[in-house]
Every structure is written in C-alpha cells, then in structure tokens.
C-alpha cells in the first residue's frame, strides 16, 4: 500500500518558521517525483514545490521562491520542506504527493495533510 504522511504544520507568527515532513511507505519515492501542495479555506489546491527524482531539480510557485526550500532523506524516504519568512497567505492544509514527473497532473496519493496556521 502506497502512502504518505504529512506532519510538522502548526502556529506560527508571521516571519517565522516551519519544516514540513512527508514520509512515504510503500514505494521508494526517489523513484519519483515528490510534490507539496497546499489549499486554504475556499481556494483551490494549489502547486507549491516539487523536487524531481530524475536529475534532482527542484521548482516553486513565485510566491514562495526565496522563502521555502523542499529537501529529501533518502534514507529516511522523507522530502521536508522548510518553509521561512511565512506569512498569513500561507496558512493552507499542506498536503504532499508523488508523481512520475513534476509535470505531471497525477499527483497522488492524497493524505489528511498537516495545517499550517501563520498569524499576523
């Protein structure tokens, strides 16, 4: 059975920060593509990073270019990622999932996710 775990959101203030973990069982997902999404009360899930198994690229939405930094642990079968400098338009259910690309429109499977909360 494939899955991943989110964990790591909480409160936090505006300027500070968080590490999120995405633990994946069932596949090795070096093998693919890991990807973190987030979606905020009303909106639509949105693209937030994503780190590439094929040649290791890593790519994020301009809002949060500078900001947050997506990582992995291969011998944890873990991507993180750190985000810095948040701000309350980040606050979302943050939710990782694997595909065989970036690119991909596949993305799967989704979890409960882990939320974040930044207050101004």
């Known amino acids: 059975e494939v899955q991943l775990v989110e964990s790591g959101g909480g409160l936090v203030q505006a300027g500070g920060s968080l590490r999120l973990s995405c633990a994946a069982s069932?596949?090795?997902?070096?093998?693919?593509?890991i990807g973190w999404f987030r979606q905020a009360p009303g909106k639509e899930r949105e693209g937030v990073s994503c780190i590439s198994s094929s040649d290791g690229t890593t790519y994020y939405v301009d809002s949060v270019k500078g900001r947050f930094t997506i990582s992995n642990d291969n011998a944890k079968n873990t991507v993180y990622l750190q985000m810095n400098s948040l701000k309350p338009e980040d606050t979302a259910v943050y939710y990782c999932?694997?595909?065989?690309?970036?690119?991909?429109?596949?993305?799967?499977?989704w979890g409960r996710g882990t939320q974040v909360t930044v207050s101004s």
């Open positions: 069932g596949f090795t997902f070096d093998d693919y593509a």
């Open positions: 999932a694997a595909a065989l690309g970036c690119a991909s429109n596949d993305f799967g499977p």
